[in-house]
């Protein structure tokens, strides 16, 4: 499978990036919340119709880890197991240090090793893994070590 089209319906950030769920822009979960002595680490993009929805390469990269065995498609209370608590997700290398992580998908539409390009569709938002519904749940991180996404955008 080799992914799906290209759909940028914003221009690229200041930064060069795209927003990673087009039409979706509501945060349930920031960089910074606590989750009981951790970090979250990333953002949660989710709202109303949300399942379902296209997920899109924020920049143009390989595709170094990715994962689409999970069939537990549903919003849970703790963690199924599936990807390490992702579920269904794919981690993207940009270069530079820069590289993203896209999780919880219901379907993932690449494969490691491919070359995506920017808004190149990668995959739907699901509710796999540990996750209490759907959403997507996005990182970023530079040189490995994890920084707030929205300051790409």
């Not at 919340?33 to 979250?40: F, I, L, N, P, T």
């Not at 569709?121 to 040189?143: D, I, K, M, P, Q």
Request: hydrophobic share 25%; proline share 5%.
């Amino acid at each position: 499978s080799s992914g799906g089209g290209s759909y940028i319906p914003d221009p690229p950030s200041p930064s060069g990036f795209v927003w990673p769920v087009p039409g979706f822009y509501n945060l349930t979960s920031t960089f910074y919340e606590d989750r009981g002595g951790y970090g979250h680490g990333a953002i949660d993009i989710a709202s109303y119709g949300i399942m379902g929805a296209t997920v899109v390469a924020s920049a143009s990269g390989t595709v170094i880890s990715s994962y689409n065995g999970c069939p537990h498609n549903w919003g849970k209370s703790g963690s199924c197991g599936c990807g390490g608590g992702y579920g269904n997700y794919l981690m993207i290398d940009h270069g530079n240090g820069k590289m993203t992580t896209y999780a919880h998908c219901t379907n993932i539409t690449v494969r490691t090793g491919q070359y995506v390009s920017q808004g190149q569709v990668v995959g739907y938002v699901g509710s796999t893994g540990w996750s209490t519904g759907a959403h997507l749940h996005y990182e970023t991180r530079f040189n490995g070590v994890k920084y707030d996404p929205m300051s790409e955008f």
